[in-house]
């Protein structure tokens, strides 16, 4: 579920296109709790019943061999040849939930704990192959774990050979040199599709799903993705050295922010969607009653404007001051996985000094997804969708842009055009919350395009109420560059009332 999204009932009521006849278990659940695939132990298989929104599924634990990567997989009773794979956050070290919305779109749906158990990072300090994994290895590793585990459960093979395996034949006999993606029903021969659905260091882990492991997936949705992570971790340890306003501070600031250009996208809603219209100078714009110190004044100036070294670009700027953790954030980075050392004093940090031992470092665990990858997988005809909330504290839709503009330019804009979207949603903060429409699921639509050749275009969003569950308000969820603008005629708190336009200045 992308940003707290609903759970879909059924594959037929979203609209999703059906994948062929269901397949149902060769094998007990029981019976998985004695394997190890993959070099992944089963420490757990569970058959879990069906609910009256959730179908039955067999649930498996397991562990990688000699390592604290857990595992977990959830097989459910009538399998459509989908799999999912779902990427964690922050430092990862826990398994994420698992939508249960996957299980009704007959996918089998996978998640890992980022290759250890410390949800602090610490357990990746001096620890080389858990930060590999942290960085991308153990993408592969539950891949492979899970379309293997699938293959036991529903008696059906792997798509094609791989360095793990060996080639095994279609029914008619001649060995498949299609998709390299899932496992397929081997009674039938129907190829089947992986997905990648993550937000925030699970967005970073969709990209780079794409840009390393283009034969395991078919699509990936990154969701506010950590992809610029060297940049990162140098915007966010630079925080040490800012005199950043408290939190009252800098929701007053915000609400200015909102005050000023709420209404340029057509109604004011307490959201501002025409986000290319806005030009606040914390300078000259932040009132003097709010009391901040000239200190703290040019501590909201300089988040809100990028971050150069070198003469270059290294993050972009944030479009709102924010609060939240995220100096924390860069300095249990460069501790944990830049320099290996739990006693760096973070006052010491300068950028020109310690930009160039990030990159090295993080280049070398390659946690970065390279645009030449991303480019590479799109021209497979593979397809990607990013989004980003405009309101987001911790990390900067303006640096997902552009980095989405160098992705492109490796591509070229018609592989690009055809093969990858860009959302921003507006209001939005760090994957969900704020006062956005933060619900929506773009899995069915990304399932649609990959295996219908159904394009998606505009993606309805709702704010739920936290009371009753239902939708206070809808919003379209519009293609990058376009924005939503209320068209003036209609209930404002319907989609429908809205158009999807360019900013004009």
């Known amino acids: 579920m992308v940003a707290g999204g609903a759970a879909l009932a059924t594959a037929a009521e979203s609209g999703v296109r059906a994948a062929g006849a269901a397949l149902t278990p060769a094998a007990d659940c029981a019976a998985l709790g004695a394997l190890t695939l993959a070099d992944v132990q089963v420490t757990a298989a569970t058959e879990v019943a069906a609910t009256a929104s959730v179908p039955g599924y067999c649930r498996i634990l397991g562990t990688e061999v000699g390592t604290e990567h857990d595992l977990e997989v959830r097989l459910p009773d009538e399998w459509l040849n989908r799999y999912v794979q779902n990427g964690g956050g922050g430092f990862d070290g826990r398994i994420p939930s698992i939508p249960d919305s996957q299980l009704s779109l007959g996918a089998v749906a996978a998640a890992n704990n980022g290759g250890h158990r410390d949800p602090s990072g610490a357990a990746l300090l001096g620890n080389p192959e858990a930060q590999a994994r942290y960085a991308h290895t153990a993408i592969e590793t539950t891949a492979r774990f899970s379309k293997e585990l699938a293959a036991r459960y529903y008696g059906a093979v792997p798509v094609k050979a791989r360095a793990y395996g060996h080639a095994f034949g279609h029914a008619n006999g001649t060995v498949n040199q299609g998709r390299g993606a899932a496992p397929f029903n081997a009674r039938t021969a129907e190829p089947s599709y992986s997905y990648y659905v993550g937000c925030s260091n699970g967005g970073r882990g969709a990209l780079n799903a794409a840009a ?140 020109q000094t310690y930009l160039p031992t990030i990159q090295e470092a993080i280049g070398t665990l390659g946690s970065n997804a390279s645009a030449q990858g991303l480019a590479d997988f799109m021209d497979e005809g593979k397809k990607v969708m990013v989004w980003h909330g405009t309101a987001d504290p911790l990390l900067s839709e303006n640096d997902t842009v552009r980095e989405w503009y160098e992705v492109r330019e490796a591509a070229g804009d018609s592989v ?49 109420d936290p009371a009753t569950g239902g939708a206070l308000f809808t919003r379209p969820l519009c293609e990058y560059p376009t924005y939503p603008r209320y068209s003036g005629v209609g209930d404002t708190n319907d989609a429908a009332s809205f158009d999807c336009v360019e900013n004009t200045p």
């Open 212 to 351: 390393k492991y283009s034969d395991e997936f078919d699509g990936v949705i990154a969701g506010a993705p950590t992809q610029n992570l060297d940049g990162q971790i140098a915007a966010w340890t630079r925080m040490a050295k800012l005199a950043l306003p408290s939190a009252e501070e800098v929701a007053a600031i915000e609400a200015v922010i909102v005050a000023k250009y709420d209404a340029l996208d057509g109604l004011k809603d307490g959201i501002v969607s025409n986000m290319e219209a806005v030009d606040f100078d914390p300078s000259t714009d932040i009132p003097g009653e709010i009391g901040l110190t000239a200190a703290e004044t040019e501590a909201v100036a300089a988040v809100m404007s990028d971050v150069v070294a070198f003469g270059e670009t290294i993050y972009s700027r944030y479009s709102v001051p924010g609060a939240g953790d995220r100096y924390g954030l860069g300095v249990g980075h460069m501790r944990n996985l830049v320099l290996n050392d739990p006693t760096w004093d973070p006052s010491t940090f300068d950028i």
């Open 416 to 464: 690009a055009d055809d093969n990858s979207r860009l959302y921003l949603a507006p209001g939005v903060a760090h994957c969900r919350g704020g006062e956005g429409a933060d619900n929506f699921d773009l899995l069915p639509a990304m399932i649609d395009w990959v295996e219908g050749d159904l394009a998606p275009g505009t993606v309805i969003a709702s704010k739920l």
